[in-house]
């Protein structure tokens, strides 16, 4: 099992909107190389930080989990779609998708500020400059394991019943 962080404006699609719909499609990923996560690395079980970007505040939402392994995105290939590719074909994709299913929503946000604070994430991309735009970014276990320790002592996480 890997852990991932994948990144959603919250005005187009929440982990609200997630926890509606139970399990969804990830689509819309235009970054190459957050698309050769998706295409070549991610397994269906993998464990993922659902992260609002371009938020008030920013930061980690929830948790979601792989259920669905890679397969062509079908937006390339329709004209009259935002994420439409005209060089795409359905002989040769080029942008990939996974489902996800909702696994919990945080009470609140984590906010990136309070991240920024936590030793084990120093090494990640979350935190490497350059790296602000890429919308899937693979976690090491102690960067999954902070993140979650944070959210336990901020009293975050949901109750397990």
């Known amino acids: 099992m890997a852990y991932w962080l994948m990144k959603s404006n919250p005005k ?7 926890a509606s719909a139970g399990t969804e499609r990830w689509d819309g990923v235009r970054n190459y190389r957050a698309r050769n996560f998706m295409r070549d690395d ?14 008030n505040p920013s930061g980690a939402a929830g ?8 397969y062509p995105d079908p937006s390339q ?9 005209p ?3 359905e002989d040769a994709p080029r942008w990939y998708m996974v489902d996800v299913t909702i696994k919990q929503v945080f009470a609140a946000v984590l906010p990136l500020s309070e991240l920024k604070f936590l030793p084990e994430l120093e090494d990640s991309l979350l935190l490497k400059k350059g790296c602000e735009q890429l919308t899937v970014i693979p976690l090491e276990p102690k960067h999954w394991q902070a993140i979650m320790n944070l959210a336990t002592h901020l009293d975050l996480l949901p109750a397990i019943d």
Do not use: C, K, N, W
Not at 49 to 54: G, K, L, R
Not at 63 to 70: A, E, G, K, V, W
């Open 77 to 85: 290939y329709h004209p009259e779609h935002r994420h439409y590719d």
């Open 63 to 70: 948790t979601m989990t792989i259920s669905r392994s890679s």
């Open 12 to 18: 187009f699609f929440s982990i609200h909107d997630l």
């Open 87 to 89: 060089r795409a074909t």
């Open 42 to 55: 991610m397994r269906v079980g993998d464990q993922v930080i659902f992260y609002h970007s371009s938020a």
